[in-house]
């Protein structure tokens, strides 16, 4: 009877799995071997059955094991080399033939009854070891994939230790033990799950089995309950061994006992969680396909928003589009409290107290934990911490409040929700894909906020260069009244002497109206930048008008008359901007000169034997904007326009110098067709 029971539930359970392998949607030669060493052990089980009457002798007993062992032992011989393209091929190979010899000796000795016993408990001895040998090789030979292949091991691996060790028994006795016999079915039942496990795991097999949730939470509960049992019936055995008049009334009090612990286990809804947690984690695939989600998500944050307002509806549409809802705020925390800089309703208007939201920022201090208000209302108890929890459950419109955080700092929070029968349930799964979700979301936030602040830091270094470069320039007008004035008591009565001043004035009007122009008319600035200048002349009346003041006095020498497209005022300002800086590092008795040639290039030439520069400070300190070398009286922005400019233009320019020796300056310049 025990014998029968356990063969019927083994039949049933490799039935099931049958059932379970044809529901899948996938097809494959790894599918159909499946399909055949479960059929075969099904068969296996129920030609046990004596209530079937199928197993007559020990010949038919020996037919069932040997099929049952070529049926696997075919299934190993695709494992070994990962090739389940078809059957004639895995057949025809040498490795698959000589693994199926002795499996297909005991099949047609069983039938034939050829050979004596005693070769048949040998032959089946050696069989089981041959299984087991195979094994390894497979485990071995999967390398990073040997967390898959481990329950299929340990599934074929004990069933193989067990005909092993009932075969090598049988050896030794010359006949197969009863008892060995009857505890076959049940272990080969309690192995079952781990082939299943085997099959969810091994990907490249292609075969997809799906398991209710619900059924497996159950059968482990039951597990869990078995094990507890046995636990405790053991506890009654030995106190029942032990003996005395005192065992029955304790038994039946440890009985009792396991029991209530049992039934409370049962309904302990944390225990019942934890279980179906480690369940789903580990043995379901996921809820969401996380490659589609992100994609999708990645494709909503790719708008092309041009600014913030903008940039916060693009996150909370791509939040509420990633998680299914349909309605949601996103609230930013600033120095006055939450802001909401994001609404998206749909139906009926959600309302929140502003007052009674500031309630979740000491939550938020305390714990970076998503709030279900469905949760909340039902266990208030897991929300200690949280104010207004009567707020919130009554009049609260939204369900879930999620915490945005930006380098562990709240950042701030969105608040979502759609129609009750669309809304989810909040287990660890949607927690930790709400999370993903966030940190995604709120990363675009991040960035395109500090791109914004960039923006007008960008803006505001902009103007703040213009007002310096005007600022420079107007020191350089500055410098010319005040060489007017200097020399106005000596020269006064001089007629000529009142002719340059009135010529320098004009001359210093139109600079200062060239600036206004600059600061309300850029168009107009830019359409002299193509007016055709004569270079030697612009050199000479450079030289003569604005670089007299200050000794030694430049020479100048044209080589070539040059033409180029060049806005003359700025170029003025560049070029007195370097002479005069080599008047200043040269002595009043020094030399400072000024050549223009003309190659492919128009050359222009600024040399002097003054004080000179290192290499160093020509490499980090001479074109650096801001950075000067004369205290108050310098901007530190002369040499970096000069160089901006002449580069802007096309032209290039490079000084070679050296201390105590003076400076040469080579500016190059494209020359207009």
């Not at 005395?244 to 209530?260: C, H, K, N, R």
Request: aromatic residues 12%; contains cysteine.
């Amino acid at each position: 009877m025990l014998g029968n029971l356990g063969y019927g539930l083994a039949a049933l359970g490799y039935f099931s799995l049958m059932l379970l392998l044809l529901t899948g949607r996938t097809t494959g030669f790894a599918k159909h071997l499946l399909l055949g060493a479960s059929l075969v052990t099904c068969l296996w089980a129920a030609s046990h059955l004596t209530v079937l009457g199928w197993q007559r002798d020990i010949g038919d007993f020996f037919v069932a094991d040997a099929a049952r062992q070529w049926v696997w032992m075919l299934f190993l011989a695709a494992c070994l080399r990962a090739d389940f393209s078809s059957f004639k091929q895995i057949v025809i190979r040498p490795t698959t033939l000589a693994l199926l010899t002795l499996p297909t000796v005991a099949l047609i000795s069983a039938g034939s009854g050829a050979i004596p016993l005693l070769w048949q408990y040998s032959l089946h001895t050696i069989i089981a070891l041959q299984m087991l040998i195979v094994l390894e090789l497979v485990f071995r030979q999967a390398g990073e994939h040997k967390w898959a292949y481990k329950p299929l091991v340990l599934f074929l691996g004990a069933l193989s230790l067990f005909d092993f060790v009932t075969y090598a028994n049988a050896t030794m006795i010359n006949q197969i033990g009863e008892n060995y016999v009857i505890a076959r079915p049940y272990i080969y039942l309690c192995l079952l799950p781990f082939l299943i496990l085997a099959i969810r795991r091994i990907s490249h097999w292609g075969v997809t089995i799906f398991v209710s949730r619900d059924v497996v939470l159950h059968s482990t509960l039951l597990l869990v309950a078995g094990a507890y049992l046995f636990v405790m019936a053991l506890v009654g055995y030995l106190v029942k061994f032990m003996g005395g008049s005192w065992s029955y009334p304790l038994q039946l009090a440890l009985v009792a006992i396991s029991l209530v612990l049992l039934i409370s286990l049962f309904l302990s809804h944390n225990f019942r969680t934890r279980i179906k947690v480690f369940i789903t984690k580990h043995f379901y695939a996921n809820q969401f396909d996380y490659r589609v989600q992100w994609v999708q998500l990645t494709e909503s944050l790719n708008g092309q928003d041009e600014n913030l307002q903008d940039v916060y509806q693009t996150s909370l549409h791509a939040m509420l589009e990633a998680m299914e809802y349909e309605s949601g705020v996103i609230l930013k925390l600033q120095k006055s409290g939450l802001q909401q800089v994001a609404e998206i309703t749909s139906g009926n208007n959600r309302h929140f107290e502003p007052d009674k939201v500031t309630a979740l920022l000491s939550y938020f201090e305390i714990k970076e934990w998503i709030i279900d208000i469905q949760e909340l209302k039902v266990k208030p108890h897991q929300y200690e911490e949280l104010m207004h929890k009567d707020y919130f459950m009554e009049h609260f419109d939204y369900q879930l409040v999620i915490p945005m955080f930006k380098k562990d700092e709240l950042w701030g929070m969105a608040f979502i929700d759609a129609h009750e029968e669309q809304r989810k349930l909040l287990n660890w799964e949607l927690r930790d894909y709400i999370n993903a979700v966030t940190a995604q979301v709120s990363n675009y936030l991040y960035q395109f906020e500090g791109a914004y602040a960039l923006a007008e830091n960008a803006q505001f270094a902009a103007f703040s260069r213009m007002s310096a470069f005007v600022l420079h320039d107007l020191k350089n007008v500055m410098a010319q009244i005040d060489l007017i004035l200097a020399n106005a008591q000596q020269h006064k009565s001089n007629p000529e002497f009142i002719d340059d001043t009135f010529e320098t004035l004009e001359h210093t009007k139109a600079r200062m109206d060239k600036m206004l122009k600059q600061l309300t008319d850029k168009k107009g600035v830019e359409a002299q930048k193509n007016s055709k200048t004569a270079l030697h002349d612009l050199i000479q009346n450079i030289l003569s008008e604005r670089c007299q003041g200050m000794l030694p006095l430049p020479t100048f020498v044209a080589k070539s008359q040059v033409l180029l497209n060049i806005d003359s005022e700025k170029f003025s300002n560049v070029l007195y901007h370097l002479v005069s800086n080599a008047q200043q590092a040269t002595s009043d008795s020094g030399k400072v000169s000024v050549e223009l040639t003309q190659d492919v290039h128009a050359i222009l030439t600024i040399t002097d034997d003054g004080e000179g520069m290192s290499e160093h400070f020509i490499a980090t300190r001479l074109f650096k904007a801001f950075d000067t070398t004369k205290g108050n009286a310098g901007m530190g922005i002369g040499a970096y326009d000069a160089k901006n400019y002449i580069e802007e233009i096309g032209g290039t320019i490079a000084v070679h110098s050296k201390v105590g020796e003076g400076t040469t300056f080579i500016i190059t310049l494209p020359v207009t067709a």
